[in-house]
Structure formats: C-alpha cells, structure tokens
C-alpha cells in the first residue's frame, strides 16, 4: 500500500478537503500514473452532494484524468515510464461475463467506476483523480496524443467520449443536422466534435451569452430557448439532439424539433423522471435515448480523433483549493467550458 494525497467530500454537506488514503501496491499488470491534471464533471458535483442517492463517503472525485506513467507491472506492454496518458470514468470491467463485448463494456455490470465504487474485490472502494497518483489497470490506460496540450486534454476522458459515442452511433456526418442542448463542459465537446464529423451544428443554449464561442468553436447556428420562436422555428429539424441538460426541460417542445426517425440522446441527468407524451413521439416515428460514456476502445479512438483535428477542451486551469469556489461557479453556469485542477498546487 502507497500514501496518496487528494481532496475528498466527507459527507454530502461538507466542501471538499485535503485527505490521505492508500492505494493499492502495483500487480503486474498495473500502470502507475502521477495525475498532472484533473477535470471537473458536473458528474463530481452530483455524486460528492449524493444527488444521485448513491455516494459513500470519504469520496476523492475526479474521472477526467491526464498524467504521466511513472511506473510499470512486470506484464505491461502497451506503456513505459514518462508516457502521457490518461483515465476516464472506468479502471476495470466484468471480463468474466459470457456476454462481454468489449466495444460496449460500460454498459456491462461488472463496471468499476473511478471513484463512488469498489474494486473487482467487491469491497475496496475506488478513489478518483483528485490526488497525486493513482493505480490503473493497463487495460484502462488510455494514451494522449503528443500534439494535443497536455492540460486540456482531461476532460477528453469524460466530456470528450460522452458526446463523441452518440454521435457515432447515431451516425453524426456531412448531411446531418444535430442540435447540442446546453453550451457547458459536455455540450461545447458536442459542438467541436460534431463540426469535426461534418455534421450540420446548432447549439440550444438558455440565452444567446455564449453565441460568439459556440459560433468560434465550430457551431453553424445558436438559438436561446428562453425564446418561444426558438421553438415554432426549428420544429422538425434535426436528425438528432443530444441533450447534456441535468434540469427540468419542456421534453415534449425539445421533441417537437427532431425530424420524422430523429432521436434525442439524454446524456444530462435531471433529478426527476423526463414526462413525454405518447403524440411527442408518435407522429414522426421518434425516439428518446440514453448514452453512456464510451467503451475504452473507443474512448482511445476520440483521443486519436482529437489528435487528428486539434480538438481539446476550452478550459480554467485552476488550483486545487480553488476546487469548491468552482463547483459553485459550475452550478451557476459560470464556466468556459471546463474547469481543470492543476495537480502541482495539491
Ligand atoms: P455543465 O458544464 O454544468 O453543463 C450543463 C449545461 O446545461 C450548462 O452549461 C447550461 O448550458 C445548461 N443548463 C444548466 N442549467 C439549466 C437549466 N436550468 N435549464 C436549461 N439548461 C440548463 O455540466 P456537464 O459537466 O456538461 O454535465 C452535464 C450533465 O451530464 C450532468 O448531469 C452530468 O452528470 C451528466 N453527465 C453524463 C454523462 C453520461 O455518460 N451520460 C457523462 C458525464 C456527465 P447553457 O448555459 O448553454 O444553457
Ligand atoms: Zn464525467
């Protein structure tokens, strides 16, 4: 067992504070990575107030992580020690399970979530990268592209493969017309990568505030849906809308904008249960979805994807105990687009 130093929630109530723990010894097939920078997810801020009714605490958040190897298990052969890699939202997976397939492991159940859960041992919990180093399968090591600055790469791990596996598989390209719900750490990855993709981009943000960014960061269209025209305008438009939105929306009037066979992905997570009515969905043949993160495949394929066309995350590089302040300034939406916390000032 090796000390690791992090910042942890210790209850749902509490801001998060400075706080040692132990990680496990490396096995032989494990990759020791010395976290240099840690994105934050608006997934740490649900989970580390137990919004989700799930937390156990003392909770080290972080699943946006990107380091560099500093040692490797006898039976590694994919990294080597000073390697850039990075850590998403899993360490481990069922790999027992008949029915594992690897494209789709994190819909498997035998999931092992970077932090909030436990390991394959079913008992010891994991604790994710807010913290000097962590200890990682190799299987779940992903390389970062060396062109690609180092400190935006973070929230590729999670922001970055939540938006970029629905759009491949609801077949995002030239032709397409896709909509992002919510210009924030998720929705402005949707809008880079669906413009990489060649997909036709709009943006559906609460106000037109953002406009110029969304329209710099690759959006060809902006609308604010506190705007009821919004609405009667693009009715019918899009093949697809992905929604990254974690509150009560109108779901029946985001409907009425897909086109006959179009879909809305819910990637956002609002507390309630989403009401849809039967002629939202009826008329034009639509469908309403979830998507998950990604598999580590392709998770790895995004990071190349990303490599190829320059794309990383807009980010506010921050200190350490800076980390509550942003939480704060995340929930008021104040964040362009995504605050990632510089290891060195732990
Ligand atoms: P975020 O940075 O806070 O972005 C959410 C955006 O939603 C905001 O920027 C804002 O965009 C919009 N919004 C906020 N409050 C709203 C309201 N009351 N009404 C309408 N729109 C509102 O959060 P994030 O990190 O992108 O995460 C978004 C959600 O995705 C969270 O629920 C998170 O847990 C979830 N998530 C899911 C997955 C998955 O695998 N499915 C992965 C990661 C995160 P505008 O200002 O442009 O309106
Ligand atoms: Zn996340």
């Avoid at 509490?14 to 132990?22: D, G, S, V």
């Avoid at 020690?81 to 008949?98: E, H, I, K, M, Q």
């Avoid at 690897?102 to 970077?114: A, F, K, N, S």
């Avoid at 990071?303 to 929930?331: K, P, T």
């Amino acid at each position: 067992m090796a000390l690791a130093r992090g910042y942890a929630a210790t209850d749902a109530s509490k801001p998060l504070q400075p706080f040692t723990f132990e990680r496990r010894e490396p096995r032989e097939d494990d990759v020791v990575i010395s976290i240099k920078y840690s994105g934050i997810c608006h997934s740490d801020i649900h989970q580390a107030r137990n919004e989700w009714g799930n937390s156990a605490f003392p909770m080290v958040p972080g699943h946006e992580i990107a380091g560099i190897v500093t040692a490797v298990g006898s039976k590694v052969s994919k990294f080597k020690v000073g390697d850039r890699v990075g850590v998403g939202c899993f360490v481990d997976s069922c790999t027992t399970c008949a029915s594992r397939d690897v494209d789709l492991e994190q819909y498997m159940p035998g999931l092992v979530v970077t932090y909030n859960g436990v390991e394959a041992d079913g008992k010891t919990p994991t604790q994710g990268g807010y913290s000097d180093f962590i200890v990682v399968k190799e299987g779940y090591v992903l390389s970062i592209p060396e062109n690609l600055p180092f400190e935006a790469t973070a929230p590729l791990l999670c922001a970055g493969i939540t938006l970029y596996s629905p759009l491949r598989n609801w077949g995002a390209g030239p032709g397409k017309k896709i909509a992002v719900v919510g210009m924030g750490g998720l929705g402005h990855m949707g809008v880079k990568l669906a413009h990489a993709m060649g997909a036709d981009v709009t943006v559906l943000s609460q106000s037109l505030s953002k406009k110029e960014d969304g329209l710099k960061l690759g959006a060809d269209h902006y609308y604010a849906t506190a705007d009821a025209e919004t609405f009667m305008k693009l009715a019918g438009t899009f093949d697809l809308i992905l929604c990254t939105v974690s509150a009560e929306i109108d779901w029946n009037a985001y409907l009425g904008l897909l086109k006959v066979d179009g879909t809305l992905v819910l990637l956002g997570v609002p507390e309630k249960p989403v009401p849809v009515h039967a002629f939202s969905l009826i008329p034009g043949r639509r469908s309403i979805a979830g998507s998950m993160i990604g598999s580590i495949k392709e998770t790895q394929e995004m990071l190349d994807f990303c490599g190829e066309h320059n794309i990383v995350s807009e980010i506010e590089l921050i200190r350490m105990d800076q980390v509550n302040e942003a939480y704060e300034r995340v929930i008021k939406s104040d964040v362009r687009y995504r605050f990632v916390i510089d290891m060195a000032t732990l």
